[in-house]
């Protein structure tokens, strides 16, 4: 079956930093790939994503790479800020067409 | 325009009782998807609700049920509680069953069974 392993956390950044949190999965097929975020209190909410191989999804500075070859869609960026303290789930859809999460990284930035 | 909404927000039961949770989905979505979320794990898909039918479920046993309505609002069903059912539920919605469909998630409704 599918599945997404995700860098365990928690991960504490200083502001500015360079964030990297590694995602792999397994699946059949072609799957999309997907990051949510997870404010304390809230839903998750849709980061970026990416449907195809190459593919590299973006949004509000973060950024990841759809890699075939290695299975892998790591979620990057460049200079972190408090604000972008939360949880981080990586996620994959196949052709059940219902969302595999990984376990979430907990990220914290601090001042 | 108001996102997913869930209630209630918290809710505590024993261990034998049944829970109701409920789910508005999106206005104009028609399609709504229930997740168990344990605490420091990530969500895992109960089943999926369209055209007021079941059209996908997760690896979750039959004490576990649903229903949509007319509206396209959406309950889960717990029966016989158990100590491991005890976690955060999600809601969410999308307009149709299409592969890229975006899901709105809702805050969820945090289960303690004691």
């Known amino acids: 079956g599918n599945s997404v392993t995700q860098m365990e956390g928690p991960v504490t950044l200083s502001e500015e930093a360079f964030l990297t949190i590694n995602c792999t999965y397994t699946a059949t097929g072609y799957p999309s790939l997907f990051w949510y975020v997870q404010y304390p209190g809230e839903g998750l909410q849709l980061l970026l994503k990416?449907?195809?191989?190459?593919d590299k999804g973006s949004n509000k500075g973060f950024e990841a790479t759809y890699r075939k070859e290695t299975t892998s869609f790591h979620l990057e960026k460049g200079s972190v800020q408090v604000s972008d303290s939360a949880v981080y789930f990586c996620?994959?859809?196949?052709?059940?067409?219902?969302?595999?999460f990984g376990s979430g990284t907990q990220l914290t930035v601090l001042p | 325009d108001a996102g997913v909404t869930q209630s209630p927000t918290h809710l505590i039961k024993t261990r034998g009782q049944q829970v109701t949770l409920r789910c508005s989905p999106k206005?104009?979505?028609?399609?709504v998807s229930w997740y168990q979320q344990a605490l420091g794990q990530g969500p895992q898909f109960i089943f999926q609700y369209y055209e007021e039918e079941e059209r996908q479920r997760g690896n979750f046993p039959d004490r576990f049920s649903g229903h949509q309505f007319p509206n396209y609002s959406s309950e889960l069903n717990v029966n016989a509680l158990l100590l491991g059912d005890s976690a955060l539920y999600l809601c969410?919605?999308?307009?149709?069953?299409?592969?890229?469909?975006?899901?709105?998630f809702g805050s969820g409704t945090q289960l303690s069974v004691l």
């Open positions: 996620a994959l859809k196949g052709s059940a067409r219902q969302l595999t």
């Open positions: 206005s104009g979505h028609d399609t």
């Open positions: 990416a449907t195809k191989a190459d």
């Open positions: 969410a919605s999308s307009l149709g069953q299409g592969a890229n469909e975006k899901l709105f």
